[in-house]
C-alpha cells in the first residue's frame, strides 16, 4: 500500500488585531466625583464632574458648594472651605474607630456618604 | 459485496438505537468510500416531523459545508441554522433562541458534556469521523430529556463495523485525526477508536512574541459493541478530552471531560429497552503566577446518571414512551489556593425524573407528540455531600431542598395540503445547574451553581408556531417559526462583584426572570449540483432581575437582534465539491462608560445602565474547497479552506483607555481574534 504524504506548510495569518473603534456615546446627566481624604491632621476634599467621553479630560475643580464632614460618633459637624487651588480643607482630627459622613450640598442638590 | 452487508448491518444498528417513531428515511447515501452515511433526512422527512423545532442534522450535508482545518464542525454547522448563533469569537458555545449556551444540554451516547468546546473555538468540538448522528432540539424539548431549559443536542458515535477494518488518518496544518474501528469478533464484537490532537503551538512558537505559548488539545472517543443477539446489543462509550493553553511561565489553564456510558439496547417486538449508565467529570484548573503570589484555582462537575426508556409501538401509526433517570451531581463550584490560603466550595444535589411520552398520527391531517416529565430535585445536606472552607466569609446554607416540577411538553402538526404543515407546540422545562457567565460569552473558568436551598432551578416555558413547506419533489423546502420563551429562576452577578471576589457563589449572584421571542425563516435547495440554504433570525432577548440596573429590563448578553446565514455548496462532479458559507450577526449589548473622570490621578470610567450599548456588527466568508481520489485500495481527500475570507475583523473584547494623542484623551478599542485563516488537510482512508 503506497501513501503519499504531502504535509503543506502554510504560514497561516491568524492575526489578531486591535483597531480604535468610532464609538457614539449616550448622552447622560453629569455627576459630582467627590473624592475626600481624611487623615489624622487635616481633610481634604476636592469636588469635580464627570466629563462626556469624547470631552478632554480635565480637572476642574468646583467651588460652588457646600462642603461638611461630621464626625458620626461625636456628633460634630466641621465645615471645610476652599482654597486658591479649588480644595477644600479642613481642620480634622481624624479619629480611628469614629464614624464620618462627607455632606456636601450644590446645586440645591444634597449627597452625603 | 461486503461492503453493501456491512452497510445494511449498521444501518439496522443505528436506526434501532434512539429512534423515536419517525417516518423511516426514504433516502439513504452512501458516503463516498465505504463508510456508512448514517442519517440523510430528505425534505419530506424534514416536514412531516411531528416534533416542531427538532432537527436532525444531515451529517452529510454538514460535512460539505465550509471546514475549517479540514473538519466539519457539528456546533459551527448548527449555528448555520435559524434560532441558532455561535457566541462571539473566541467562544465555542452555542445559543439557541435567546437562551445561552450553558441552557443547551449537550450528550454523546447519553454522557452528559459541560462545555465541550476547544481552544477559542478555533476547533471544533466533536471529532466528525466519530459521530454518526446528530439531533438539535430547539422547540419543545422533548420529554425524555431533562437538565436544560433552552435546547438538547444529542450526539451518537458510530460505532465500528461488525465485519471489516477500516483505518483512516488525516494531517492538517493545525491538527491531526486518526481513525480505526473493526471486528474484534466478527458478527460479535466490534471496536471503534477515533482520536485527535492539534498543534498550534507548533506554529506559534516560530512567531517570537508566542515563543513559550502552549496551545493544544487533544480527544478520545471509543466504542466497543457487544452483539448478544439480533436486536439486543450492549455499547461502552469513553470519551475523553483535554485543552492546554499556557502563557510562558505566567499562566496554564487546562480542562475538559472524561466519560463513559453503557448503553443496553433491547428490542423485542413492538418493545424497545434502553438501559444507559453513564459518568462524566468534568475539570478546569488554572494556575498563576503574578508577582511572585503562586495561585491555583480549580473546579470541576461530577455526574453519575442511570436512565431507563422504554419505547412501544402501539400500532404503526403510534408510539408510546416512558422512562426515569436518576443522577447524582456534585459541584465544585471553587478551590482557590494563594500561597498557603486555601478556599473552596462544593455542593451536591441528586435530581431524579420520570417521564411519559406519547407520538401519533391521526388520519393523515394530524400528528401530535405529547409527554409529561415529572423532577425532582434534592439538594444534599449530608456531611459527605458538601464542603466549603472560606476566609473571613460565613459558610453558605447548605441545608436540604427539594423541587419538584411538572413539565408538559407538547407538539401539533396540522396537514393544510400534500406538502404544506401547521405546527404548534409550547413545553416547561427546568434546569439544575446554573452556568454564571462573568462576561458576555462561556469562559472555561465560569462558576456553576448548583440548585439549593437558594439557589433555585431555572424554569422555562416556550410556546412556538411554525409553517413549512416543500415543492413536490422535494427540491425545495422552507419553514417559517416564531416563538416566545419566559424564563424564571435567571441568575447574574450583582454590580460590582467578579466571580471570585469571594468563594461563596450565592453571595455573588441575583435572581431574576428572562423572556426571548423571536421569528425564524428558512429555504432550502435540496436538489442539482449547486445546493444549500439561507436561514434567517429576528429576536430579542432581555433580562430582569431586581438589584441589577435598578430593576429595569435589560438586554440579555446574548440578545442578537439579526441573525443571518447563507450556506452553498457546489459538487463538480465525484472529486470535485466546494461551499462557502457567509454569516452576519448584529451587536452584542454592551456595558460601556457614559461619562469618565479622575480620581486619585487616574481616569475612572462611570457606568449607567447595563448592556444599554452595543457592539458592532460581525460578520464572515468562509470558503472551501476539496478533491478526493477514490482508488482501489484508499481513498485520498485534500481539503483547502479560507476562514474570514474577507478579513473582517469582527469584534472579541472591546475595552476603553487613555490616549493622549486625541483631543478627548480617550479611546474605544476593539481587539479581534481572527484575521484570514487558510488551511490544508489532507486524509487518507482505507
Known amino acids: 500500500m503506497r501513501i503519499h504524504i504531502l504535509i503543506f506548510t502554510l504560514a497561516f495569518f491568524l492575526v489578531s488585531c486591535e483597531k480604535e473603534l468610532d464609538f457614539k456615546y449616550h448622552d447622560v446627566e453629569s455627576q459630582l466625583v467627590i473624592e475626600a481624604t481624611l487623615s489624622e491632621a487635616e481633610a481634604i476634599v476636592s469636588l469635580t464632574n464627570t466629563i462626556p467621553m469624547d470631552d478632554p479630560l480635565t480637572v476642574n475643580r468646583l467651588t460652588d458648594a457646600d462642603v461638611s464632614i461630621k464626625d458620626n460618633t461625636d456628633n460634630i459637624i466641621f465645615q471645610l472651605s476652599s482654597d486658591i487651588e479649588g480644595f477644600f480643607h479642613g481642620e480634622i482630627p481624624g479619629i480611628p474607630g469614629h464614624e464620618y459622613i462627607i455632606e456636601v450640598s450644590r446645586n440645591g442638590k444634597d449627597l452625603s456618604t | 459485496m461486503s461492503w453493501l452487508r456491512a452497510y445494511i448491518i449498521t444501518m439496522i444498528y443505528v436506526c434501532g438505537m434512539e429512534c423515536h417513531a419517525q417516518e423511516p428515511n426514504d433516502s439513504v447515501q452512501t458516503h463516498l468510500l465505504q463508510e456508512v452515511v448514517v442519517t440523510d433526512q430528505s425534505a419530506r422527512n424534514r416536514i412531516a416531523n411531528a416534533r416542531l423545532g427538532s432537527e436532525t442534522l444531515e451529517l452529510t450535508k454538514l460535512s460539505m459545508a465550509p471546514k475549517m482545518f ?187 471531560n472524561i466519560s463513559g456510558s453503557i448503553n443496553w439496547s433491547i428490542q423485542e417486538g413492538g418493545w424497545r429497552f434502553l438501559t444507559t449508565g453513564a459518568i462524566t467529570d468534568y475539570t478546569t484548573e488554572m494556575g498563576m503566577n503574578i508577582m511572585d503570589a503562586n495561585q491555583k484555582l480549580n473546579e470541576y462537575i461530577q455526574s453519575y446518571s442511570a436512565n431507563e426508556k422504554i419505547s412501544y409501538n402501539i400500532s404503526d401509526n403510534h408510539l408510546l414512551e416512558f422512562g426515569i433517570r436518576s443522577e447524582l451531581l456534585r459541584v465544585k463550584s471553587g478551590d482557590m489556593k494563594i500561597s498557603n490560603s486555601r478556599q473552596l466550595e462544593i455542593r451536591s444535589g441528586w435530581s431524579n425524573a420520570a417521564w411519559i411520552g406519547y407520538e401519533g398520527e391521526f388520519s393523515s391531517l394530524l400528528s401530535v407528540s405529547f409527554g409529561t416529565r415529572l423532577s425532582c430535585y434534592t439538594a444534599l445536606s449530608g456531611n459527605r455531600f458538601h464542603e466549603f472552607i472560606g476566609l473571613n466569609e460565613s459558610t453558605p446554607d447548605f441545608s436540604s431542598k427539594t423541587y419538584l416540577h411538572v413539565e408538559p411538553r407538547g407538539s401539533i402538526k396540522i396537514n393544510l395540503k400534500d406538502n404544506h404543515t401547521i405546527k404548534v407546540g409550547a413545553s416547561i422545562s427546568t434546569q439544575d445547574l446554573h452556568g454564571v457567565r462573568s462576561t458576555t460569552t462561556t469562559f472555561p473558568f465560569d462558576r456553576y451553581a448548583l440548585a439549593s436551598a437558594f439557589t433555585k432551578p431555572e424554569v422555562t416555558t416556550q410556546y412556538s408556531v411554525g409553517y413549512a413547506g416543500m415543492t413536490p419533489d422535494g427540491g425545495w423546502d422552507w419553514s417559517c417559526e416564531g416563538y416566545y420563551k419566559t424564563m424564571n429562576g435567571v441568575y447574574d452577578y450583582k454590580d460590582g462583584v467578579t466571580m471570585f471576589s469571594r468563594i461563596n457563589l450565592e453571595s455573588l449572584i441575583l435572581c431574576g426572570k428572562g423572556r426571548s421571542y423571536g421569528m425564524e425563516l428558512m429555504l432550502r435547495k435540496n436538489i442539482g449540483i449547486f445546493t444549500g440554504w439561507i436561514a434567517y433570525t429576528l429576536s430579542k432577548t432581555d433580562t430582569r432581575i431586581p438589584g441589577i440596573n435598578n430593576g429595569q429590563w435589560y438586554k440579555a448578553s446574548n440578545d442578537r437582534r439579526n441573525d443571518f446565514s447563507f450556506v452553498g455548496i457546489v459538487t463538480f462532479n465525484q472529486r470535485w465539491n466546494a461551499s462557502l458559507s457567509w454569516t452576519y450577526s448584529s451587536g452584542r449589548p454592551l456595558t460601556a462608560p457614559d461619562e469618565k473622570y479622575v480620581l486619585g490621578g487616574e481616569t475612572c470610567y462611570y457606568f449607567t445602565a447595563r448592556n444599554s450599548y452595543k457592539t458592532p456588527s460581525s460578520h464572515r466568508l468562509d470558503l472551501s474547497a476539496s478533491y478526493t481520489k477514490e482508488g482501489k485500495r484508499f481513498t485520498s481527500i485534500i481539503t483547502f479552506g479560507v476562514f474570514n475570507a474577507y478579513a473582517h475583523f469582527s469584534p472579541f473584547v472591546i475595552y476603553f483607555e487613555d490616549d493622549s494623542s486625541k483631543p478627548s484623551g480617550t479611546r474605544a478599542v476593539q481587539q479581534s481574534l481572527f484575521g484570514i485563516v487558510p488551511s490544508v488537510s489532507y486524509t487518507i482512508k482505507f
Open chain 2, 70 to 256: 479540514g473538519e466539519m464542525d457539528i456546533i459551527k454547522s448548527i449555528t448555520l441554522l435559524p434560532g441558532v448563533h455561535g457566541e462571539a469569537d473566541g467562544a465555542g458555545g452555542f445559543e439557541v433562541r435567546g437562551g445561552n449556551a450553558y441552557q443547551n444540554l449537550v450528550t454523546l451516547d447519553g454522557m452528559t458534556l459541560y462545555n465541550p468546546a476547544h481552544l477559542m473555538g478555533i476547533f471544533s468540538t466533536f471529532n466528525d469521523d466519530a459521530m454518526s448522528r446528530a439531533i438539535l432540539h430547539k422547540g419543545p424539548i422533548p420529554p425524555n430529556f431533562g437538565g436544560a431549559s433552552s435546547s438538547v443536542l444529542e450526539t451518537y458515535m458510530r460505532p465500528g463495523d461488525m465485519n471489516k477494518y477500516h483505518f483512516s488518518g488525516t494531517l492538517g496544518i493545525l491538527n491531526a485525526k486518526i481513525s480505526a474501528d473493526g471486528p474484534i469478533v466478527n458478527d460479535k464484537l466490534s471496536f471503534a477508536l477515533y482520536a485527535r490532537r492539534s498543534y498550534v503551538d507548533l506554529f506559534l512558537k516560530m512567531v517570537p512574541e508566542y515563543k513559550s505559548t502552549i496551545m493544544n488539545f487533544f480527544d478520545v472517543n471509543a466504542k466497543i459493541r457487544y452483539k448478544v443477539a439480533a436486536g439486543n446489543h450492549l455499547d461502552i462509550s469513553f470519551f475523553a478530552s483535554r485543552d492546554n493553553l499556557a502563557i510562558s511561565d505566567l499562566m496554564d489553564m487546562r480542562w475538559g
